[in-house]
């Protein structure tokens, strides 16, 4: 069960995605352990379709491109979604206007997921030196969580 601070995440310059309005797709994956490629494409029948490449590679600083990553349906995800809901009330306790969008990124600070993680690999660096993130990809039919030292690189594919 997911209990850290949701994020919102903008990787992309004029974000084609809304998680309901335009939900993104997961085309492809790919893992191998220089790599990690995530490809997402816009499913509406109304505008042409979009694909993003995001990619996590490995570097000279950083000999895996991801530690760890997971992919859950998202229908059973009830514990983000109360993360999401969490954006909201907070927005509306500030003062400030809805979102014009519901985002399809995010990173979460203090996660549950990053904890465990570091908790079995002893391999990462100490917490004060360790640039983990626990990033979440939201696509019409998954959660895609990625805990990575490294940004991802994303192309345009269409």
Known sequence: ???????????????????FKEPMDLVSMHYDFEKFELTFATCTLNNPV????????????????????????????????????????????????????????YKIENSSFESWYKSIDGSLPLPEDSTLEHHLYVTG???????????PTITKIK
């Open 50 to 105: 979009q694909e993003f490449k995001f990619t996590y590679k490995q570097d000279e600083n950083y000999f895996y491109p991801v530690r760890h990553f997971r992919i859950l349906e998202e229908h059973i995800r009830s514990d983000l979604e109360n993360l999401f809901g969490e954006i909201y009330k907070e927005r509306k306790d500030a003062g400030l206007p809805n979102l014009l969008y519901d985002s399809t990124f």
């Open 1 to 19: 069960m997911e209990n850290g601070k949701l994020i919102t995440w903008e990787p992309i310059q004029n974000n084609p995605f809304d998680r």
């Open 141 to 151: 039919n998954h959660f895609i969580e990625v805990l990575s030292e490294v940004q």
